[in-house]
């Protein structure tokens, strides 16, 4: 089983006595990136895949299929780059949005 790389970064650990970042008062941001801007580490996203797919593999299942909407270029090449293949583009059952049909084989 994969495990997802350890937790780093601002928010990662709890503060310690004498952090000046605990001090702040909440709802003030220190200047600079948010908290948005580690959301895209290389690692995580991967590391969460491998865990989904090992516990598909557990359950006995041979592959797995997501949907991408096709106004999000950053996922699809997220998820091909994970070694998923288009299957098929139609659209969502929901909305009914555009979105393109991924499968990967375990």
């Known amino acids: 089983m994969v495990k997802p790389p350890p937790p780093t970064g601002r928010g990662a650990s709890l503060p310690f006595a004498g ?5 702040r008062p909440r709802g003030r941001r220190p200047p600079g990136p948010g908290p948005h801007a580690t959301a895209h580490r290389p690692g995580h996203g991967a590391a969460v895949v491998a865990l989904v797919e090992e516990r598909f593999r557990a359950a006995g299942r041979d592959g797995v299929r997501i949907a991408v909407l096709d106004n999000n270029p950053r996922a699809l090449a997220f998820w091909r780059a994970q070694g998923y293949t288009v299957l098929r583009h139609g659209e969502d059952r929901e909305l009914k949005r555009p979105c393109t049909v991924l499968r990967k084989a375990l």
Do not use: L, V
């Open 19 to 23: 952090d000046p970042a605990a001090a």
